[in-house]
């Protein structure tokens, strides 16, 4: 995976408030369609929530491991750290309903799911800053 956009549009994007803070993280679970990645981050979210410490703000409660899509929040207070998790990924309209959720939330270390190639991968790269993806 590449690098997010060049810095004319990253100033766009931050004038436009649609791109998360800098210091925020992106990991992606990049795959082809049925290839368990909802599933795995499905089984994240279930193992944020079993941790002390972090309280379960958005999503099912408890987490349902499995196929289906859904989206989380989860917040240490003492390490003053936000975890949004988004399972879906593979249609360009999924990515972009990931990051608003990660945006409203103040999500600073965000996991969401998605296609290896084409127009998933180019929407991810409009919503961060260079160096938050981590692939």
């Known amino acids: 995976m590449t690098k997010c956009g ?3 549009q990253v100033a766009q994007a931050t004038q436009q ?4 803070p800098a210091n925020t ?11 368990g990645k909802s599933t795995t981050l499905n089984k ?3 193992y944020v929530a079993s941790q002390s410490g972090w309280s ?3 999503g099912p409660n408890p987490p349902l491991i499995g196929p289906s899509d859904h989206k989380y929040v989860f ?3 003492k390490r003053g750290v936000k ?6 990924g593979d249609a360009t309209k999924q990515i972009k309903d990931g990051f608003l959720h990660f945006r409203t939330n103040g999500c600073n270390v965000c996991f ?3 296609k290896t190639s084409g127009i998933s991968i180019q929407q991810i790269e409009k919503e961060c800053y260079a160096d938050c993806i981590i692939a």
């Open 75 to 77: 917040e240490n207070k």
């Open 83 to 88: 975890i949004g998790i988004s399972t879906a």
């Open 17 to 20: 408030g649609t791109q998360l």
């Open 44 to 46: 994240l979210a279930d």
């Open 112 to 114: 969401i799911a998605s």
């Open 6 to 8: 060049h810095d004319k």
């Open 56 to 58: 379960h703000l958005v």
């Open 25 to 35: 993280r992106v990991f992606v679970l990049s795959g082809a369609s049925r290839q």
